[in-house]
């Protein structure tokens, strides 16, 4: 059963290395992922999974020590799912997408020991009903489960966002805003997966996905961070 969920947003620009001299300006966004962490880890999980979008080649599941790595954006840094795997475990070879290789790097930065840790690449074309149902899925794998759930809003609200500036996507914003604030799994599943794709908002499958997974485990909700910088709309929530 979901016990508690943490949503936060997914650019690699979230690691210093990667954002260099921009850094500090998504310091406000990585303290609230640091506050909503550890919100999961005083849940006391058996299990945590790690939720966010995918290319086609990258979705699916991904063992606890699944490897990622920031290289493609021109840092070298690597990270593991959770703690690396045990001597005489199966390797995973397949890298882990960006999305969930920045959810590995906020655990690293939190010293995360408190449970296993496993992943979740979700494409971006599958739709409500179908994400609802592997949400269901995750919420049954322990008998107390947390997500963290990593997807970004919009990239449209300005001039120089990287889908240039569409009048509607702050109005997409605010309502997804809303929904992950006040864990409203409704909400989340009614979100217009067209519309989301039009304006490039990354997190609308992996937010149907947690909307799945607290079906039933009347949790509340609070938003610890809104804002777009770069344009991108970015949510830290928490639920619990």
Same mark, same amino acid.
């Given at each position: 059963m979901l016990v508690a969920a943490a949503v936060c947003p997914c650019p690699p620009l979230l690691v210093p290395e990667v954002a260099a001299g921009a850094a500090?300006? =998504? $310091? /406000?966004?990585?303290? !609230?992922? %640091? $506050?909503?962490?550890? *919100?999961?880890? !005083?849940? +006391?999980?058996?299990?945590?999974?790690?939720?966010?979008?995918?290319e086609q080649a990258r979705r699916g599941p991904y063992p606890q020590g699944a490897p990622g790595s920031f290289a493609?954006?021109?840092?070298? =840094?690597?990270?593991? =799912?959770? %703690?690396?795997a045990s001597e005489g475990q199966a390797g995973e070879d397949r890298e882990l997408p960006p999305s969930l290789a920045a959810g590995a790097w906020l655990l690293e930065r939190a010293g995360w020991r408190d449970a296993p840790v496993e992943g979740l690449g979700v494409g971006e074309p &599958?739709?409500?009903? +179908?994400?609802?149902?592997?949400?269901?899925?995750? @919420? %049954? +794998? #322990?008998?107390?489960v947390a997500l963290l759930v990593m997807g970004d809003g919009s990239a449209c609200r300005t001039l120089k966002a990287p889908g240039y500036? $569409?009048?509607? /996507?702050?109005?997409?914003?605010?309502?997804?805003?809303? %929904?992950? @604030?006040? /864990? $409203?799994?409704?909400?989340?599943?009614?979100?217009?997966?067209? &519309?989301?794709y039009e304006?490039? #908002?990354?997190? +609308?499958a992996p937010w149907q996905v947690l909307a799945g997974a607290a079906e039933g485990a009347d949790l509340a909700g609070r *938003?610890?961070?809104?804002?777009?910088?770069y344009g991108v709309g970015y949510?830290?929530?928490v639920w619990s």
């Open positions: 500090p300006e =998504l $310091d /406000a966004a990585r303290d !609230a992922c %640091a $506050d909503a962490v550890g *919100l999961l880890a !005083a849940s +006391r999980p058996d299990l945590l999974v790690v939720v966010g979008p995918a493609a954006f021109g840092v070298d =840094l690597a990270v593991r =799912l959770g %703690a690396p &599958l739709e409500a009903g +179908r994400c609802a149902e592997a949400g269901r899925g995750l @919420g %049954a +794998r #322990a008998g107390r500036l $569409d009048e509607r /996507a702050a109005a997409f914003d605010a309502s997804v805003a809303g %929904a992950l @604030g006040g /864990a $409203d799994t409704r909400a989340l599943l009614e979100l217009d997966a067209e &519309l989301a304006l490039k #908002a990354a997190g +609308r *938003l610890l961070y809104e804002d777009a910088p949510f830290v929530s």
